[in-house]
């Protein structure tokens, strides 16, 4: 059976990218959400729990096993090297979990696969195609605070600071979705469906 084809999702915090998703999953297209499984497997992985208290130490996880996820980020925060430590063993457990989830979708036309980082399609992924979902500043600003009331104006400018520009996240794109509530989103993601659906059969 051939393999499905492979789409990324991507997205500043607050461009819309788990709405755009939200379509995809509409028409019966499976959305593995990266960033998600990446914490489902920190917390039910036995091998990536055994490696991740190999780089970090016993204090990883509290007394009832589960994943010490504010201890971890105060250690890795200002230390590089423990950083790529982390990352080292967590991204080759989810890249074996993403395969395992593609195989188990092989009778799909192509799947999509969500993430908050990603690189351009073919650079260290099996990703296809990427998609970058994008929106105005003011927009993203105004919509994580309806949907993190407890994050202040300055929190959530610093969260967008941490991550790459805008500028940066196109050069990844091989499709834009504008999510700026002066187009309508529906009809751009069924365009790129058609498409995908057309790619798949040639």
Request: hydrophobic letters at 45%.
């Amino acid at each position: 059976m051939k393999a499905p084809l492979q789409i990324g999702v991507t997205g500043g915090i607050g461009a819309g990218k788990s709405v755009v998703c939200r379509i995809f999953q509409a028409f019966g297209i499976p959305i593995y959400e990266a960033d998600e499984r990446a914490k489902w497997l920190t917390e039910n992985d036995p091998i990536l729990k055994a490696d991740i208290v190999r780089v970090l130490g016993a204090q990883a996880y509290d007394a009832l096993g589960r994943y010490n996820r504010a201890w971890v980020a105060s250690q890795v925060f200002a230390d590089p090297t423990l950083l790529a430590g982390l990352n080292g063993v967590i991204h080759p457990r989810v890249m074996s979990d993403t395969d395992a989830w593609v195989n188990e979708h092989a009778d799909k036309p192509y799947v999509v696969k969500e993430a908050a980082i990603m690189n351009a399609a073919g650079q260290n992924n099996s990703l296809h195609k990427v998609i970058v979902v994008q929106a105005p500043l003011a927009l993203r600003i105004e919509r994580i605070k309806q949907r993190d009331p407890h994050r202040s104006e300055a929190e959530i400018i610093n969260i967008i600071n941490r991550q790459i520009s805008d500028a940066e996240r196109l050069k990844l794109a091989d499709y834009v979705i504008d999510n700026d509530e002066t187009q309508l989103l529906l009809p751009q993601v069924v365009a790129l469906h058609n498409d995908f659906l057309r790619q798949e059969t040639i």
